[in-house]
């Protein structure tokens, strides 16, 4: 058996803020990561390390300063379907940042193209793909952080707040 997890995280700010309130779900959360054994991988706007915006491999607590709220979940699962995640993760590595999909939060866009992602697309679309839970029925245009915590705490991962 293998960890599979995510880090979900609040920054300051007024985006961070406006993310994590969106569809009235009372969580904080305005970021989310998966946790692989290399360090964290999401889809952020933003240069991290002198890495471009993106999906990339970050380094762990690479972004402790900002954030202002930190939860982990994780969840044990056989070797082989861990290794699938890890492999489907780092598969979309480069991939660049969905300008557009922040954008779905007042016009429509179909979330599961995959040819850019935000954080929590990404999470959900690893998730699904490496079958850690089925596909999803979700709102065609967005998938927020909240979201992806929600379906997490559905599907058996436990958390930790840090």
């Given at each position: 058996m293998k960890p599979v997890g995510y880090q979900f995280v609040r920054a300051?700010?007024?985006?961070?803020?406006?993310?994590?309130?969106?569809?009235?779900?009372?969580?904080?959360?305005?970021?989310?990561?998966?946790?692989?054994?290399?360090?964290?991988?999401?889809?952020?706007?933003?240069?991290?390390?002198?890495?471009?915006?993106?999906?990339?491999?970050?380094?762990?607590?690479?972004?402790?300063?900002?954030?202002?709220y930190r939860y982990r979940m994780t969840k044990m699962v056989p070797d082989e379907q861990a290794d699938k995640l890890y492999s489907i993760a780092r598969s979309q590595e480069k991939k660049p940042y969905d300008k557009l999909a922040i954008l779905s939060f007042i016009i429509q866009r179909n979330w599961r193209d995959d040819d850019s992602w935000i954080c929590s697309e990404y999470g959900i679309w690893v998730g699904e793909q490496s079958g850690i839970w089925p596909p999803l029925i979700a709102t065609p245009n967005k998938v927020v952080p909240n979201g992806l915590a929600l379906v997490c705490s559905a599907t058996g991962f436990s958390g930790e707040l840090m």
């Amino acid at each position: 058996m293998k960890p599979v997890g995510y880090q979900f995280v609040r920054a300051r700010g007024l985006s961070s803020w406006l993310i994590a309130e969106d569809g009235g779900m009372n969580l904080p959360f305005s970021h989310v990561d998966l946790i692989l054994p290399e360090g964290l991988w999401g889809a952020r706007s933003d240069r991290i390390g002198g890495k471009p915006p993106g999906v990339q491999c970050r380094p762990e607590g690479y972004g402790n300063k900002e954030w202002i709220y930190r939860y982990r979940m994780t969840k044990m699962v056989p070797d082989e379907q861990a290794d699938k995640l890890y492999s489907i993760a780092r598969s979309q590595e480069k991939k660049p940042y969905d300008k557009l999909a922040i954008l779905s939060f007042i016009i429509q866009r179909n979330w599961r193209d995959d040819d850019s992602w935000i954080c929590s697309e990404y999470g959900i679309w690893v998730g699904e793909q490496s079958g850690i839970w089925p596909p999803l029925i979700a709102t065609p245009n967005k998938v927020v952080p909240n979201g992806l915590a929600l379906v997490c705490s559905a599907t058996g991962f436990s958390g930790e707040l840090m």
